[in-house]
């Protein structure tokens, strides 16, 4: 596996994941029908942000989107979200993904990652974040409507870098 910058090209592989992990509506908090092309500007990020994907071969495995957090004086802290390929679940794409996301953030300079919605019933994901070193520092009860399970917490993650 090997993990680069995203290029438009890649994109019509991510999108059919992307696509199906969104309308899922068990981990996003995005509109769970988002069109492709909403789906694309929010993903496929312009500078200072990056997007970059983990691919096996020509096969994008999985996508991780870094940006700043907040703007002016908060933007020294950074934000990601990460989408794998069910198809690629269970093989350490997520984990090669953060960390490969943590140094780029350290590498561009940023203090710290702050992730603003983790699904609390989403475990593998909040147990991937915590073994990476991130802390749940707060939780917004009942901030996340669950299609299966109701209204569930939404967990705020941070890690200094």
Same mark, same amino acid.
């Given at each position: 596996? %090997?993990?680069?910058?995203?290029?438009?090209?890649?994109?019509?592989?991510?999108?059919?994941?992307?696509?199906?992990?969104?309308r899922?509506?068990? =981990?996003? =908090?995005?509109?769970?029908?988002?069109?492709?092309?909403?789906?694309?500007?929010?993903?496929?990020?312009?500078?200072?942000?990056?997007?970059?994907?983990?691919?096996?071969?020509? =096969?994008?495995?999985? =996508?991780?989107?870094?940006?700043?957090?907040?703007?002016?004086?908060?933007?020294?802290?950074?934000?990601?979200?990460?989408?794998?390929?069910?198809?690629?679940?269970?093989? +350490?794409?997520?984990?090669?993904?953060?960390g490969?996301?943590?140094?780029?953030?350290?590498?561009?300079?940023? %203090?710290?990652?702050?992730f603003?919605?983790?699904?609390?019933?989403?475990t593998?994901?909040?147990?991937?974040?915590?073994?990476?070193?991130?802390?749940?520092?707060?939780?917004?009860?009942?901030?996340?409507?669950?299609?299966?399970?109701?209204?569930? +917490?939404?967990?705020?993650?941070?890690?200094?870098?």
């Open positions: 596996m %090997r993990i680069r910058e995203a290029t438009s090209e890649d994109w019509a592989q991510i999108w059919p994941f992307l696509r199906d992990i969104v899922a509506g068990d =981990t996003y =908090t995005w509109d769970r029908d988002v069109t492709e092309g909403r789906a694309r500007e929010l993903w496929m990020s312009t500078p200072p942000a990056r997007t970059v994907v983990a691919v096996d071969g020509d =096969t994008v495995l999985g =996508t991780a989107k870094l940006a700043r957090n907040h703007m002016g004086p908060g933007s020294h802290i950074a934000n990601a979200s990460f989408m794998v390929s069910p198809d690629h679940g269970g093989r +350490g794409v997520g984990r090669a993904l953060g490969y996301v943590l140094d780029l953030a350290r590498a561009d300079g940023y %203090r710290a990652m702050q603003n919605a983790v699904v609390e019933t989403n593998r994901a909040v147990a991937l974040w915590q073994s990476l070193g991130f802390e749940i520092i707060a939780t917004l009860p009942e901030g996340f409507e669950h299609p299966a399970k109701g209204f569930v +917490g939404l967990h705020i993650m941070y890690r200094k870098l």
